[in-house]
């Protein structure tokens, strides 16, 4: 028997965790926060503890597991968003296991384990993406394929594991962008492959499955940024965007285009800084080589200083799209910081606000304080890492899996699948299952 255990994940959009158990071994699918709760604690500057992230439900619940923790074999993480990797420096070091991703999600975790002193027990492996490998189970190898897919970060994954009832295909947060600013395509060869030799489930991302589009390749949202920053009239006015600090495509995208302005590009905040490292460390990013990294407060505050005298010849690549409380444009927002905003200069957003009662809130009122000094505002200079309702259609008629879980949120997130599903021929409670945290899927 197989069963598939929906640890977190599918009760609201993050806390990712799913753990594959056959008759002697199972298997971890990444771990991840749940992003609201985190950026709530950090406001009141706690300490993040294991009990502590808990009781605010900012981890997964992965007591449901408790009682096979010592069939673990394996702990896997699809990619560096914190939503699927955060929690592995708290939770991980229960599982004698050993922690498997690439080489860009192994760099950002092992900054993350840094930023809060811990070292893990467990040893950890960094394998590129497209590579097949084996994992020891107690009596028998298991092989896993590391599959590379597109989405808005560096080196993502679709996970594959070779079982005897068939492969299960673990494929949280992708889209299919064949034509990617940075990385590598979605390899459909070896998915396909997978495919003709028969795949028992798909537990897939269904966070945008009520959309009704494909979703459209990172090349358009490079376009909408030099729409916006190549054409705008005021040259000597203060540039400022914002964005996903671990979408290195864009980041390239902003810096290839700062060239062209001939404005040095400057980059702002610790979560730039750390995804930016990680992606150099890799050697997947030369072009931040020559883009100056301000992370600490003292260090960010001698730079503003500069930049105030000399707005026209700067661009600000800055944390805070999302509003949150102590990023650089939320504190430029309430005057906290030696930089002025003025009338007419220009601050983009290259984002999108995330779908959160907490992010509308808090993005509301930033842009709100930001409007109040008059600048010109430019928003959704973007395209999603998700992928739509027909990127979802062509990807389970790739795979043609005998099971679909729908994941990547509660109910009103996944529901729309089961539509999808049912045009497809599979029947809800039979061969589409809709989960809930903590819940245990028995095929």
């Given at each position: 028997?197989?069963?598939?255990?929906?640890?977190?994940?599918?009760?609201?959009?993050?806390?990712?965790?799913?753990?594959?158990?056959?008759?002697?071994?199972?298997?971890?699918?990444?771990?991840?926060?749940?992003?609201?709760?985190?950026?709530s604690m950090q406001e009141r500057d706690k300490v993040?503890?294991?009990?502590?992230?808990?009781?605010?439900?900012?981890?997964?619940?992965?007591?449901?597991?408790?009682?096979?923790?010592?069939?673990?074999?394996?702990?896997?993480?699809?990619?560096?968003?914190?939503?699927?990797?955060?929690?592995?420096?708290?939770?991980?070091?229960?599982?004698?296991?050993?922690?498997?991703?690439?080489?860009?999600?192994?760099?950002?975790?092992?900054?993350?384990?840094?930023?809060?002193?811990?070292?893990?027990?467990?040893?950890?492996?960094?394998?590129?993406?497209?590579?097949?490998?084996?994992?020891?189970?107690?009596?028998?190898?298991?092989?896993?394929?590391?599959?590379?897919?597109?989405?808005?970060?560096?080196?993502?994954?679709?996970?594959?594991?070779?079982?005897?009832?068939?492969a299960i295909i673990y494929a949280n947060d992708f889209?299919?962008?064949?034509?990617?600013?940075?990385?590598?395509?979605?390899?459909?060869?070896?998915?396909?492959?997978?495919?003709?030799?028969?795949?028992?489930?798909?537990?897939?991302?269904?966070?945008?499955?009520?959309?009704?589009?494909?979703?459209?390749?990172?090349?358009?949202?490079?376009?909408?940024?030099?729409?916006?920053?190549?054409?705008?009239?005021?040259?000597?006015?203060?540039?400022?965007?914002?964005?996903?600090?671990?979408?290195?495509?864009?980041?390239?995208?902003?810096?290839?285009?700062?060239?062209?302005?001939?404005?040095?590009?400057?980059?702002?905040?610790?979560?730039?800084?750390?995804?930016?490292?990680?992606?150099?460390?890799?050697?997947?990013?030369?072009?931040?080589?020559?883009?100056?990294?301000?992370?600490?407060?003292?260090?960010?505050?001698?730079?503003?200083?500069?930049?105030?005298?000399?707005?026209?010849?700067?661009?600000?690549?800055c944390t805070g799209h999302q509003g949150e409380p102590?990023?650089?444009?939320?504190?430029?927002?309430?005057?906290?910081?030696?930089?002025?905003?003025?009338?007419?200069?220009?601050?983009?957003?290259?984002?999108?606000?995330?779908?959160?009662?907490?992010?509308?809130?808090?993005?509301?009122?930033?842009?709100?304080?930001?409007?109040?000094?008059?600048?010109?505002?430019?928003?959704?200079?973007?395209?999603?890492?998700?992928?739509?309702?027909?990127?979802?259609?062509?990807?389970?008629?790739?795979?043609?899996?005998?099971?679909?879980?729908?994941?990547?949120?509660?109910?009103?997130?996944?529901?729309?699948?089961?539509?999808?599903?049912?045009?497809?021929?599979?029947?809800?409670?039979?061969?589409?299952?809709?989960?809930?945290?903590?819940?245990?899927?028995?095929?």
């Open positions: 028997m197989v069963k598939i255990h929906t640890v977190g994940g599918f009760s609201e959009v993050g806390k990712n965790m799913v753990v594959v158990e056959l008759e002697e071994d199972a298997f971890i699918f990444d771990e991840g926060f749940f992003l609201p709760a985190i950026v993040m503890t294991e009990k502590r992230l808990k009781s605010i439900k900012a981890v997964p619940d992965d007591s449901a597991i408790a009682k096979i923790k010592h069939k673990v074999r394996a702990q896997f993480i699809s990619h560096a968003h914190l939503d699927h990797v955060g929690a592995i420096p708290y939770l991980s070091d229960k599982y004698n296991a050993p922690i498997y991703g690439t080489p860009f999600t192994m760099q950002v975790l092992d900054s993350l384990l840094a930023d809060n002193d811990i070292v893990l027990k467990n040893k950890s492996f960094a394998i590129k993406p497209n590579t097949t490998f084996f994992v020891k189970g107690k009596k028998q190898k298991y092989k896993i394929d590391f599959i590379s897919i597109t989405h808005s970060t560096a080196q993502c994954l679709m996970i594959a594991i070779q079982t005897p009832k068939g889209k299919l962008d064949d034509t990617p600013v940075l990385g590598l395509k979605p390899n459909y060869k070896r998915l396909r492959e997978i495919a003709k030799e028969g795949v028992l489930t798909f537990v897939v991302d269904s966070l945008y499955s009520g959309s009704p589009r494909k979703t459209p390749s990172e090349k358009v949202a490079r376009v909408l940024l030099e729409e916006v920053l190549l054409t705008i009239q005021n040259r000597n006015a203060g540039m400022i965007i914002t964005t996903f600090s671990s979408h290195i495509a864009r980041l390239k995208s902003i810096v290839e285009f700062g060239k062209k302005l001939n404005r040095e590009v400057i980059f702002l905040g610790r979560s730039l800084d750390k995804y930016s490292t990680a992606a150099k460390n890799i050697g997947i990013a030369p072009f931040l080589n020559d883009v100056r990294i301000s992370r600490y407060r003292r260090e960010v505050e001698k730079t503003l200083k500069k930049i105030e005298r000399k707005r026209k010849d700067y661009l600000i690549v102590g990023s650089i444009l939320e504190r430029l927002s309430r005057h906290q910081l030696p930089f002025k905003i003025n009338k007419d200069d220009n601050i983009i957003f290259s984002s999108s606000v995330i779908p959160t009662p907490v992010n509308k809130e808090q993005f509301a009122k930033m842009e709100g304080r930001l409007k109040k000094s008059k600048p010109r505002i430019f928003r959704d200079a973007h395209v999603s890492g998700h992928g739509g309702q027909e990127d979802l259609r062509d990807i389970i008629q790739i795979i043609n899996p005998q099971h679909v879980i729908p994941s990547h949120g509660g109910f009103d997130k996944t529901k729309p699948m089961v539509e999808l599903t049912k045009e497809l021929g599979y029947k809800l409670h039979k061969t589409c299952h809709l989960m809930q945290d903590g819940g245990v899927l028995k095929l």
